[in-house]
C-alpha cells in the first residue's frame, strides 16, 4: 500500500510504497477513505519534533473508512499518527474500541472533515455546559482553525451568541458569520493584560494558550468557565489566580486523544445532533492526494489554511 512515512529525526515524512498493515487482536483492518491534515499532523510531516513517539512511523490521526464487512468508522486521535501508524495511508489497523460509526447524516467524507478539531470543539461545548455557563456572549478563540469553526457551529446552534476572535477578519469574516458568528473581533492581545479586566464572555472556547488564554480568562464574568482545548500560541500560563478567587471563574482542561469510549460516543452523538451538514463543505477549504500533504503541511503551520484540508488516500 501507499503511505506517507516518517523514518528519520528531524527529516520530513515521504511518500512510500509498504506492506499493508494487519489487525492484531482487539483491532479492526480499516481501508481508508479520508483522511485529515491537522496542526500536529503538519508538524509530523514537516519532520519537527514532539508528535511521533517512534520512527518510522505514518502520519495522520484522523481516519475514516471502511472494515473488509462493509462498515463505515471513524478514528480520531487514540494514539494514530503519535505512536502507531495513522491515516495518511490507503490502509490502517486500529484499535476497534477507538472507532465509532459514522453518522450517516455526515458520511466518510464528513467525519473525516469533522476529525479531531471537531470531537474537540464538542468535548469543549460538552464541558462548557456541564458548567452551567450564564447568559452572554460566547468567545471564540483561533476562530479560523479546525477547532474554532466547529466550536462557533456547534454553540450558535445551541443557541449562544458567539464572538469569533482572529487576526484575518477581514479575510475569514465572512465565513466565520456563515458558521454562526454573531460578531467577529480582533484577536486577543499576545502580552497579558491586567489580572481582571472588563467582564465580557460568559464563556470561552480557547485553543490558543499562553498570553490569549490569561486575558480570556480576565475577561470572563463571573461564574462563568473557560475551556481550553490548545496550545498553538504558548504552552505557557503567564497569569493569576484572580479569575478564579474573585470571579469564580472555572478553567477546565480539554483532552481529545485517550477517551473513554461513553465520552467518544458523546462527542459524536453532540455533533450529528447539532452540526449542520452544510457546514462541512464550509470548513473544507481544499481536498489533496497523498502527494500533496507535504505542501499542505508548510501552508497550514505558516497559518496559510482556513478550516479543514481533507486527505483522499487513494489518490
Known amino acids: 500500500m501507499r503511505g506517507l512515512v516518517a523514518e528519520h ?93 459514522v453518522p450517516d447524516v455526515f458520511g466518510l467524507r464528513g467525519a473525516a472533515a469533522i476529525g479531531t478539531a471537531g470531537v474537540t470543539a464538542a468535548l469543549s461545548v460538552l464541558a462548557l455546559e456541564r458548567a452551567g455557563i450564564p447568559d452572554g456572549p460566547v468567545l471564540v478563540t483561533g476562530a479560523g482553525g479546525g477547532v474554532g469553526g466547529w466550536a462557533i457551529a456547534l454553540l450558535a446552534a445551541s443557541g449562544r451568541e458567539v464572538h469569533a476572535a ?6 475569514l469574516g465572512d465565513h466565520l458569520r456563515a458558521l454562526g458568528a454573531a460578531e467577529v473581533v480582533p484577536r486577543l492581545d499576545a502580552e497579558p493584560g491586567r489580572p481582571l479586566q472588563t467582564a465580557r464572555w460568559a464563556a470561552v472556547v480557547d485553543s490558543l494558550g ?36 474573585l470571579r469564580g471563574v472555572t478553567l477546565t482542561g480539554i483532552f481529545s486523544v485517550d ?13 450529528a445532533s447539532r452540526l449542520d451538514p452544510a457546514h462541512v463543505d ?8 497523498l502527494a500533496d500533504v507535504p505542501a499542505a503541511a508548510d501552508d497550514v503551520l505558516a497559518g496559510r489554511v482556513r478550516g479543514r484540508v481533507l486527505v483522499d488516500p487513494t489518490r
Request: with cysteine.
Open 282 to 289: 464550509r470548513m473544507v477549504e481544499r481536498e489533496i492526494g
Open 9 to 101: 529525526k528531524g527529516e520530513p515524512a515521504a511518500l512510500q510504497d509498504r506492506p499493508a498493515p494487519e489487525a492484531a487482536d482487539g483491532e479492526v483492518l480499516l481501508d481508508a477513505a479520508w483522511s485529515s491534515l491537522n496542526y500536529k499532523d503538519a508538524l509530523a510531516v514537516a519532520g519537527r519534533p514532539g508528535v511521533l513517539r517512534s520512527l518510522p512511523l505514518v502520519p495522520g490521526i484522523d481516519v475514516a473508512g471502511t472494515t473488509p464487512d462493509g462498515d463505515a468508522l471513524v478514528v480520531t486521535g487514540a494514539g494514530l499518527g503519535e505512536r502507531r501508524d495513522g491515516g495518511l495511508a490507503e490502509q490502517v489497523a486500529v484499535e476497534a474500541v477507538t472507532a465509532v460509526p
Open 259 to 271: 477517551l473513554v469510549p461513553t465520552l467518544r460516543l458523546a462527542a459524536w452523538d453532540l455533533l
Open 166 to 171: 482572529t487576526g484575518r477578519g477581514d479575510e
Open 210 to 245: 499562553g498570553a490569549p488564554l490569561v486575558n480570556a480568562l480576565a475577561q470572563t464574568v463571573p461564574g462563568g468557565a473557560v475551556a481550553a482545548c490548545g496550545l498553538a500560541a504558548s504552552a505557557d500560563l503567564p497569569g493569576s489566580v484572580l479569575p478564579f478567587i
